[in-house]
């Protein structure tokens, strides 16, 4: 990192910072200029101690330079992974298509909806059976009782079923009917539950926070590497700005940008990315044309009557236009739905 | 728009409301709630009357309901405007495109980046004569003669020249080179200017401000079309949000958005809304798949000795792979570059 | 709420949604416009349907009323809420101040500190033991051994506890040794855990997620209200906007904000809010104008060593002085730092 | 500034961008860090050929290390100006107070109004003659007729006027009757109107955009002081953030963080930065506290009259308790009102 010293700084501070940056275990290069004095730290990744540094005598500011995340990173690992789960193939050229509806309400809801996903093409279902709500007087899920039905639902079509889970202590339970656990945009931070998904081994799916830098996903996909699983699967889902017209701003330039940095694959949510059922299906192809490994689609057989999220869900005949216009579109970029 | 009343308001402060109401010329439904009161207030648009009501006894809030443009509504036009300027066609089933440096710096750099994007199948050329910098101390442009520059390179290969202007003083000027008037992202609320590139007639670009809303956006297009000229092309090109990685947060749900609400065709700049180089292909292909009607892309013979932008442009083969992807895509959603 | 149908929307469009807003036990009220219908639905808050009515046919959009929040609600208790905890009081006329180390570190530097921080007139003490980190390689907190020394410093100098708990796991843990209980701007919306804290009645301090509205915060406390417990302290802490000079943007309007629309308690975090020790002092001072209830402060012995936080924390000279401003400002608003 | 090469460059890449900064005049030194080579360059301020050195083969990132601003900035002019102009003096220990309506609509309504601000203690009278709209139907303003009653207001009350500028075409008839030139947030960066109101000579008040960051805002300063108008008073009013419960969100660490940076004194606009009346008085006792040098407080004989931002608009009893509030907190803090 660079630690650059405010332009009056003394000698005997910048000697004091050499030391200090010396005391961390890096190297002190300082480098003399016409207005200031700046200190390189050179060494093996320590940005923490930036917050150390900073608050040092006669120092202006402290610039990291590399970036804080290992395992995730390409510099690591320079060819793409590729998670599978079941039905589903998500990374390098395989496209995968999970869809289903924001909760599970019941069986004949899910199974109808997976027979008709998959035979718009889809490669996998969801459904929440634990529903994180930001007021606690909506409907909360049906817990075990939705895990089964979603369960009997791939039992049925073979799909792999990828669902939430919001809380440690219910990370076992999940891991017994889920194929992929989903950690959603409000628990990216929530590093115990980030631990416990890492150690239950099943494959995740983790949300980005709608207030997280593409660093912070990073980061917190790190947790879950950390702990030794490798399939993780990171998903833009919209952030938060000032935009108000649409629910959240869908950010596909995080799409090449992390495919840059990461060999983990990306999976990208148009129905919360957007909040409009009549901008999902021309999300979803952006997303497939800016190079998305996945797409996670909220559908149910009537949205009017859905429990939870029915402004942003597509019926099925809207998710089979869907599909039709994202494998024209994959086609055109070199991806395969599968 | 909905009065809401408060909690506790009297009779007297709704009835004092209902007659404010009236006094504005609208119509005044009182409703009575189970726990408070809303008036609702029809008529023709009177939205900026807001602004008082909000302020009146006992109101908690007004809640407006009518979208405040009115030429720009495709409620008002349903089928979409298709602009055109010489070789350039924006809109329904024409997709533009638009290349060419950041600033015109001399007729060798413009020409021969003219007759570069020409041959890779661009429909117009960019280039800035008066450039707006954040800093007072750099590159300014080269005024009236890089407008000479830029109608050189029209005549040497039939491009048409978009080209922005900075003010209205220069709008005479501007308009006797450029075949396409360009209002920056810095500018979409200069209201003077906006009335002057109305009332010059030429075919308008307008960008939207980096922290302009959408609705803003299309208000700042009426007082355009207020002018007498129809001729508007709106662009997205990326809002300010936390994300810092990339230099704006480029939102391509506006496209789909804008085109649910507005008759007007939607440029993308990829350039510009990503800042990185070796992010613009993929988002210009994403746009595209979004529905754009056109895109802005900034191309130059060597980025790396670029006086402005250079970290943003791509050089000739990187725009040939650029058309080749779009072309591609465009197919797949039923547009033509032509 | 009121369901603003489209231009267009047919007469048998108009009467399907008056049907769907009284199948959801609300009365519906139509009002033909000169350019559109609006319904008004009006009962029991029910904003939560506004999920389903918006995919009706017909509907352009639906503009919810009433605040979701209850028991929260200044409109429910209209006097103010003043919480608490040992020696620490918060709310109406009484200023509460939380000061001491980001983490707890070591028994001599948080007894030092906590004697410090009494000394110049805090009233209560903060320190980390168990961390939330943004990165899993960074120093994660002394866990139960923080706890022992915070107890420590309790009975050495009589200051109330303050301290995170991150984890549903840990909180009988946590509620053993604090005497309030914080939440973490990143479990905002942890909603098992809101609601264990809302079940062990100790006072918890709540604190604003980064990209959270007021209104999102307002219903994260109505998860631990709703679970029985009425000592919530709400903590404005910094909002995450495009202006990345300082770590977050403090949001100083919130304590007026809030304090109209509830009446719990408000506390602010300058330390946070601005990540900057020099912004810190004059912060707090503008916190107080705002009508802050309470302040929470960063504070080491030597900031430049700390573990974390370094360059956001103050030296005990330098909260002397903040405490000095604090007090003037606090008289000449008519609060008491006591 | 720094540039960081990538972790596999090439050594050829290495020298390729060496020889790069020193064609653009700059001292490189190179630094061979165990992963990766950074190259500082070393020299006079040019962080504007940052761009082109981004794009340079190799190059992962190019982190600028100096200030873009000038003449703006401490570093060049330790002590803090006071600006003057007639009745109104901003910076050091001077509070100015301007006050008044949003738009001048009538002689009566301004004269009665500076009088009772002038009673309250206001130091300047603030009113609208030229109107920036976001939307072409709201009314555009009084224009010169404007002036002259705010000239008539002068001659009454021998409060100083302040008042927006909005074209470069206008300068000149505003300063013929202006004390302050007003430049509105929207045209923070029409660069052409600050060089304007630069040449013009008369103190200006520079509103900061909504989307602008302080340094943006410094480098706009710094073109009217480039050209050779030292009396610029730098104004927070609020930044555009997710957060919609208030008109923008009035960022006050402003204050304090552009008091480290810039010698220019700073003044805070609480109408426009909150949007609503119940939330002025509060943050301008809060912006007091900061250390704010000025407040521009719209201020109207009957706020549900007003043609314009009546919702955020005091009446006369309100300002007099803001004054009175605002005096106690200045006292506090070291600043005098006069």
């Known amino acids: ?18 030391e200090r940056v010396e005391e961390l275990g890096l190297k002190a290069h300082p480098i003399i200029g016409t207005e200031r004095t700046v200190i390189a730290a050179i060494g093996e990744k ?29 510099e ?11 039905s589903l193939s998500v990374g390098n050229t395989h496209l995968g298509v999970i869809a289903g509806p924001c909760a599970v309400e019941n069986e004949e809801q899910l199974v109808l909806t997976a027979k008709a996903v998959k035979a718009a093409g889809a490669t996998a279902i969801r459904g929440g059976a634990f529903k994180p709500r930001t007021s606690p007087y909506s409907f909360q899920g049906l817990k ?17 079923v990828v669902t939430e889970v919001l809380s440690e202590a219910d990370v076992e339970l999940v891991a017994r009917y889920a194929d992929v656990m989903q950690i959603g945009a409000r628990n990216m931070q929530n590093y115990r539950l980030l631990e ?15 207030s997280a830098t593409m660093d912070e996903l990073l980061l917190a996909a790190e947790y879950v590497l950390n702990a030794g699983n490798p399939n993780v699967m990171l998903c833009e889902r919209g952030i938060r700005t000032f935009e108000s017209h649409t629910r959240y701003t869908l950010s596909l330039s995080a799409v090449p940008y992390l495919h ?4 983990l694959p990306i999976v990208v949510d148009p129905s919360h990315g957007t909040g409009h059922t ?8 952006a997303s497939v044309a800016a ?48």
């Open 144 to 160: 075990e009782a939705g895990l089964k039905i979603l369960a009997a639902a791939r039992e049925e079509t073979g799909l792999a």
């Open 260 to 263: 840059d940095r990461t060999h």
């Open 278 to 285: 009549n901008l999902v299906t021309r999300m979803a192809a």
């Open 76 to 86: 690591v690992k320079p060819e793409p992974t590729v998670v599978r789960a079941g």
């Open 291 to 338: 190079g998305a490994d996945g797409l996670i689609v909220e559908v149910h057989p009537n949205p009017e009557k859905a429990l939870s999220d029915g402004y942003q869900t597509l019926d099925f005949a809207q998710f089979e236009e869907l599909m039709a216009l994202c494998r024209r579109v994959a086609e055109a970029v070199g991806k395969r739905i599968e």
């Open 46 to 74: 320590r940005d923490e101690h930036r917050a150390s540094l900073e608050s040092g005598p006669g120092v202006a500011e402290v610039v990291p330079i590399l970036a804080p995340y290992k395992v995730a990173s390409r």
């Open 196 to 210: 416990a998904v890492g150690y239950a081994g099943k494959p995740v799916l983790l949300k980005r926070g709608a």
């Open 1 to 18: 990192m660079i630690v650059v010293m405010k332009k009056g700084a003394t000698q005997e501070q910048v000697e004091h910072m050499i």
